[in-house]
């Protein structure tokens, strides 16, 4: 397992750069968290770069994996439309436990998939908006019909979309355009399957300390040639310990 971050490839507009468990994407705001701010994902790649860097996603503080950046601001425009029109997609990998569907508090009744298996012609999609949940607001629920009393986040004025492209034994793989706060976490939780050692929202714990959710792969245009790009690392096929 890597515990430190690194530069996975490099070009004059963009940089695919691998984030450790347990650190953040960005610097946090919070006085009492400076120290955690200074081993940011963020400052790790600036201090390494040029003068134009932007991080265009963010992985939780606990999911390891490839995080994009752009290098310059001719990129990050592209990289935004990209983004925005739903062409910018990140894959990830995770080790599930087992347990009953939509039974933990706040969780609307779950999708039923009891008679669904994804297959390459035809995911598994999981939708729904978001709502903070939870003390200190940090959790996210998943929601499926907007209501008055509940702050309610949608994607573009929809669902936010997490695609299961694959599930073999316990091992799921999971594709996101536009993503939320924990919403692959969430999501899979909702249907019955929460990530092993997910210390939110999971009983279900392995040997070892770190969360089994890795982002393994991003796929994306490339702003000067217009040419298909596609990065990977080992898709997580056992615990990360």
Avoid at 127 to 142: A, D, I, Q, W
């Amino acid at each position: 397992m890597d515990n430190s971050p690194y530069i996975l490839e490099e070009t004059e507009d963009f940089a695919v750069v691998f984030k450790p468990p347990k650190m953040h994407c960005a610097p946090v705001k919070q006085k009492e968290n400076r120290a955690e701010s200074a081993s940011a994902l963020f400052d790790w790649y600036a201090s390494r770069s040029s003068a134009f860097c932007e991080m265009m996603h963010r992985l939780d503080f606990e999911t390891h994996g490839l995080v994009l950046f752009a290098k310059n601001q001719k990129s990050f425009d592209f990289f935004k439309n990209l983004q925005e029109r739903g062409e910018f997609i990140k894959e990830y990998s995770a080790i599930c436990a087992k347990q009953d569907a939509g039974k933990a508090a706040g969780f609307p009744p779950p999708p039923d998939f009891s008679n669904y298996f994804p297959s390459p012609e035809k995911s598994m999609i999981i939708n729904s908006y978001f709502r903070p949940y939870g003390e200190g607001r940090k959790l996210v629920r998943p929601v499926t019909e907007v209501r008055k009393n509940y702050e309610t986040a949608k994607d573009n004025g929809g669902f936010y979309r997490t695609e299961i492209t694959c599930i073999k034994g316990n091992n799921f793989t999971a594709r996101i355009k536009r993503g939320f706060r924990h919403q692959i976490r969430c999501h899979l939780c909702w249907i019955g399957f929460p990530i092993l050692n997910d210390p939110l929202y999971s009983h279900s714990t392995a040997d070892g300390e770190f969360l089994a959710l890795r982002a393994h792969a991003l796929f994306f245009t490339d702003p000067s040639s217009g040419g298909r790009r596609e990065y990977r690392i080992d898709a997580l096929e056992k615990t990360p310990f």
